[in-house]
C-alpha cells in the first residue's frame, strides 16, 4: 500500500481553509509495516454518510485499517415515489428498505466490526433538518466517543452531503470534546464539469491511499452490493481513496465559482435555499445550544441550593 502526504505549504487559496488537526494526528507511531502506515490502522471510526453507498465509494477500500466503524447514515437513500418507481420498486418506502439492505450487505464485505446508525430523513431532505440533525449526531459523537468523523466535504456536489458536513461540523462544536473531522472524496463540479473521486483544492493536509488488489477487489465486491445505483457508482475511480482534515468551512459562501452540481442537475436545490436554510440552522442552533446551556446551569444551580438546604437543615437539628 502506498501512501502519499502532500501537506500543501503553498499559500492558501481558499481563504478559509484552517485545519485545527493533523493526519499524523490519526498515524499510529509505529509505522513498520504496510497496515500501520495507513491513517485509520486501529482507528474507531465514525462514518456520517448522507447515502446508503457514500461511504464505500469513498473509503471502502479502507475500513478493513478501522480498530471499529460505526456508519450513521442521514438520509434513508430514497427521494419520492416516482424516482422510487424509476428504480424498480412499488413504494418509497420498499426503495428506502432495499438501500438499507444493500448497505448492510456491502459492509458484511468490508472485513471490519460494523455498527449502523439509520437517521432515515428522506433523500434530498436533510437540508432542511440541519439543526435537528447537528443534535441528533452531537449526541451520538458524545455517546460512541469515535477516535475520528469521517464525513463529506462541502462542495455543492449533492445537497444531502452539503447538509451532512454542515450538521457534523455544527455537531463537533457544541461538544466538549475534540473529535478530528476526516473527510471522503465524493464528487463536484468545480471544474466546470462533474468530477468523481477528487477533491476541490483546499490547503490542508490531504493523504492519497492507492489501493492493493486486495483492497481493490474488496471494495469492487462491496459496491457491487449496492445494485440499485450501479449506474451512478460506475463514475467514481477505484484505484485510490483520499482522505484530508476538514477545513474550517464558511457554509455561507459559495464551496467554488461557477455552477454547483445541484443547480446543473434537477435537485430541488438553489443557492438562495441553502443559505436560507443555513441561516434558519445557525439560528436554531444558536437558541437551542444557549437555551440548554442555560438550562445546565439552573439544574447546577438548584442542585447546589437544595444541597445548601440539606445541609443547613441537618445543622439545625
Ligand atoms: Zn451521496
Not at 505549504?9 to 494526528?25: F, K, M, V
Request: proline content about 4%; charged content about 25%.
Amino acid at each position: 500500500m502506498q501512501v502519499t502526504i502532500s501537506t500543501h505549504e503553498s499559500a492558501n487559496r481558499s481563504g478559509d481553509a484552517t485545519p485545527i488537526w493533523s493526519l499524523d494526528e490519526l498515524m499510529p507511531r509505529e509505522r513498520s509495516d504496510a497496515k500501520a502506515s495507513h491513517p485509520f490502522s486501529g482507528v474507531r471510526i465514525m462514518v456520517v454518510a448522507a447515502h446508503q453507498d457514500d461511504e464505500t465509494l469513498g473509503a471502502g477500500g479502507s475500513f478493513a485499517e478501522c480498530g471499529h466503524l460505526t456508519i450513521v447514515y442521514v438520509t434513508d437513500g430514497a427521494p419520492d415515489r416516482r424516482m422510487s418507481r424509476a428504480k424498480g420498486f412499488a413504494t418509497r418506502t420498499a426503495y428506502a428498505r432495499a438501500r438499507m439492505e444493500e448497505a448492510k450487505r456491502a459492509l458484511s464485505l468490508a472485513s471490519v466490526e460494523t455498527r449502523f446508525v439509520f437517521l432515515g430523513v428522506r433523500d434530498q431532505r436533510a437540508a432542511f433538518h440541519m439543526a435537528k440533525l447537528a443534535f441528533r449526531l452531537r449526541k451520538l459523537f458524545a455517546e460512541f466517543a469515535p477516535d475520528a468523523i469521517l464525513t463529506h466535504a462541502f462542495e455543492g456536489g449533492h445537497p444531502d452531503h452539503d447538509a451532512t458536513a454542515f450538521a457534523v461540523h455544527a455537531a463537533a462544536r457544541m461538544l466538549d470534546k475534540d473529535i478530528p473531522i476526516v473527510e471522503m472524496t465524493g464528487y463536484h463540479n468545480a471544474n466546470g464539469t462533474p468530477v468523481y473521486g477528487w477533491f476541490i483544492w483546499r490547503d490542508v493536509p490531504l493523504v492519497t491511499i492507492l489501493l492493493s488488489a486486495e483492497a481493490r477487489t474488496r471494495k469492487k465486491a462491496m459496491l457491487e452490493m449496492f445494485v440499485s445505483q450501479k449506474g451512478e457508482i460506475s463514475c467514481f475511480p477505484l484505484e485510490a481513496e483520499s482522505f484530508r482534515i476538514a477545513p474550517r468551512y464558511n457554509f455561507g459562501k459559495r464551496p467554488h465559482d461557477g455552477q454547483l452540481c445541484y443547480e446543473r442537475n434537477s435537485f430541488s436545490m438553489t443557492w438562495s435555499l441553502w443559505l436560507r436554510l443555513v441561516r434558519r440552522a445557525i439560528r436554531s442552533l444558536e437558541r437551542l445550544h444557549l437555551l440548554r446551556r442555560t438550562v445546565r446551569s439552573l439544574e447546577r444551580a438548584s442542585a447546589k441550593l437544595i444541597a445548601d438546604a440539606a445541609f443547613a437543615a441537618r445543622h439545625r437539628r
